[in-house]
Nanobody, 123 residues
Framework: QIQLVESGGGSVQAGESLKLSCVADGFSICWAWFRQAAGKERVGVATLTTKGATTYDSSVLGRFTISHDNAKNTLYLQMNNLQPEDTAIYYC????????????????????WGQGTQVSVSS
């Protein structure tokens, strides 16, 4: 298992940016960011494989960028032009060493999760 420690959340106004970080202490084939708004299900935001393949939910495409710094073993989510509908608790997730399809829809693919960080966007 991998420990994931998140940081970077906060309160911003619409149009501003935040960058979330997720420091890991182990290897994963698939990395992902999920978010959960109050009263709603946890949904996938973006995924990244060790091959460099990425996917994004249509709601964030063009505004968010997922990346990984191999030297620091840190996953990032750059969030630009934030909107009120982006308000949620954001969680990073790792599949581990097991091969997965690295999707945004099956939470069972992810073995390890960060503690969550709150992002609040007002306008």
């Amino acid at each position: 298992q991998i420990q994931l420690v998140e940081s970077g959340g906060g309160s911003v106004q619409a149009g501003e940016s935040l960058k979330l970080s997720c420091v890991a202490d182990g290897f994963s084939i698939c990395w992902a960011w999920f978010r959960q708004a109050a009263g709603k299900e946890r949904v996938g935001v973006a995924t990244l494989t060790t091959k460099g393949a990425t996917t994004y939910d249509s709601s964030v495409l063009g505004r968010f960028t997922i990346s990984h710094d191999n030297a620091k073993n840190t996953l990032y989510l750059q969030m630009n032009n934030l909107q009120p509908e982006d308000t949620a608790i954001y969680y990073c997730a790792a599949s581990g060493a097991t091969l997965t399809s690295c999707t945004r829809t099956n939470l069972d693919e992810y073995r390890d999760w960060g503690q969550g960080t709150q992002v609040s966007v007002s306008s």
